[in-house]
């Protein structure tokens, strides 16, 4: 990456403004993949209401979502925008993971209501904030993937680090699932006050415009938006799509290494999936300069469609090949993530000069609510139909369980990537702002 600066921030800064997404993509892993299991075997919900609640609590962020980007772009404080935000959510998200990852005997589900509307609130309110405080810093177009790709290696590094500890004491575990949950549980908490802390130091703030006496409606600002930008309404719809697929893919990820017969080594898979998404995330900043930001993701995702096909067909029970196939399908994972949110970075900027103020909290938060909402109905209706397979928490995989599980996983994959290829194309094809 280039050492230019963004408003002043050298490369070292440029990481240190990204590491408070390193607890946001170390929770990510073991919401998708590892609590669930462990609230169906040491909690003893069922996995149908599990599913359930999840997507409840993602649904909520419906609501929160919008308002969180509508606050922070409507904050005036001699602190800027953005910081007492990311501030506020430490503390909210260190008392919030503690009651989600270390349960008291007896919780049931009520208290994994409470304690996970609780961790998705503090999530929302560092997430959302610290991508539009990403946009407000890019300072041109080919800057904006700079910062994206740097924030995406960060969101991998985090999901790196909860892969890693797992696959190196699972195996000899006596109970590997409380062990990830309880791992994961106390590395995020620990995490979570340094790496905010490095964010707040190193983030530069425009300065704040004089406040209106005109109050904006989140709503409404964003449908007129979308209104008079296609491109990113279409953009919208893919976000949403591959929301499920990643949703699918992460939720069920336990479940893919069981159905391959390697269940027991489902962090190391995982574990091969990131660090080649991470290794080659500068190659496709590299290539997105010549090919474009469209077309680079449509190219990517049309890989991805073969390389899943790949995971699927490995045989089973060979971890090495299956960690291989997995280092392939995780070389293209990452790419229409950090690259979509460049080009929502570059739509804003022509937003905001339409409107003449700010809009990037408004409009991250819709492709934030899109991924959660996504994700959220996959995971809710992936475990309801497992658990309509007849699966119990613990049980061996039957033949059909497995052939539905492999189904679904590739399935989702294709048609999320199929439908990013399309509208990621059709944008190359009719062009998209330069700034």
């Not at 909210?92 to 049931?108: I, K």
């Not at 990643?246 to 069981?258: E, F, K």
């Not at 680079?296 to 067909?313: A, C, D, F, P, R």
């Not at 934030?368 to 475990?383: C, E, N, P, S």
Request: one cysteine or more; charged letters at 10%; glycine letters at 12%.
């Amino acid at each position: 990456m280039s050492n230019d600066s963004a408003q002043g921030l050298t490369t070292r800064g440029l990481w240190f403004f990204a590491a408070a997404a390193l607890p946001t993509a170390m929770l990510n892993v073991p919401l998708a993949a590892y609590l669930p299991p462990f609230y169906a075997q040491h909690v003893g919900i069922s996995v149908g209401m599990i599913g359930v609640i999840f997507m409840v609590a993602r649904i909520w962020d419906v609501v929160t979502d919008p308002l969180m980007g509508a606050l922070t772009d409507g904050t005036h404080s001699r602190w800027g925008r953005r910081r007492p935000w990311i501030a506020a959510s430490a503390p909210l998200l260190v008392l919030s993971l503690w009651a989600l990852f270390f349960p008291p005997q007896g919780a049931g589900g009520l208290w994994l209501i409470a304690s996970l509307f609780a961790v998705t609130a503090a999530n929302t309110m560092l997430s959302i904030t610290h991508t539009a405080w990403s946009a407000d810093i890019a300072t041109g177009y080919h800057d904006r993937s700079r910062i994206q790709g740097a924030m995406l290696m960060v969101t991998i590094g985090g999901s790196l680090l909860a892969m890693l500890l797992p696959a190196l004491f699972e195996a000899g575990a006596g109970d590997p699932v409380q062990m990830r949950a309880h791992m994961l549980g106390a590395l995020v908490m620990g995490l979570t006050l340094p790496m905010i802390g490095l964010t707040l130091l190193s983030g530069r703030e425009q300065p704040a415009p004089s406040p209106t006496s005109t109050d904006v409606n989140p709503f409404r600002a964003v449908l007129t938006a979308l209104r008079r930008q296609p491109f990113l309404a279409r953009l919208l719809l893919a976000d949403f799509v591959q929301g499920i697929s990643g949703g699918v893919l992460g939720g069920l990820s336990y479940y893919l290494a069981l159905a391959k017969g390697v269940g027991e080594r489902a962090s190391l898979l995982l574990l091969c999936f990131y660090i080649a998404g991470v290794l080659v995330v500068p190659l496709w900043i590299k290539l997105s300069y010549r090919l474009g930001k469209p077309r680079t993701i449509g190219w990517s995702s049309l890989l991805s469609i073969l390389l899943i096909l790949l995971v699927v067909l490995a045989p089973s029970g060979n971890v090495p090949l299956l960690c291989g196939a997995f280092a392939l399908f995780g070389t293209t994972m990452g790419v229409w993530m950090f690259l979509t949110k460049s080009i929502v970075a570059d739509l804003v900027d022509v937003e905001e000069k339409i409107v003449g103020a700010p809009r990037a909290g408004m409009l991250f938060a819709l492709f934030v609510l899109t991924q959660k909402m996504g994700g959220a109905l996959a995971v809710g209706v992936a475990y309801v139909a497992l658990a309509a397979t007849g699966y119990q928490a613990g049980a061996a995989l039957q033949d059909g369980q497995v052939l539905f599980i492999l189904s679904l996983v590739a399935g989702t994959v294709i048609t999320g990537h199929g439908v990013m290829a399309w509208v990621a194309f059709r944008g190359a094809k009719h062009g998209q702002p330069v700034s």
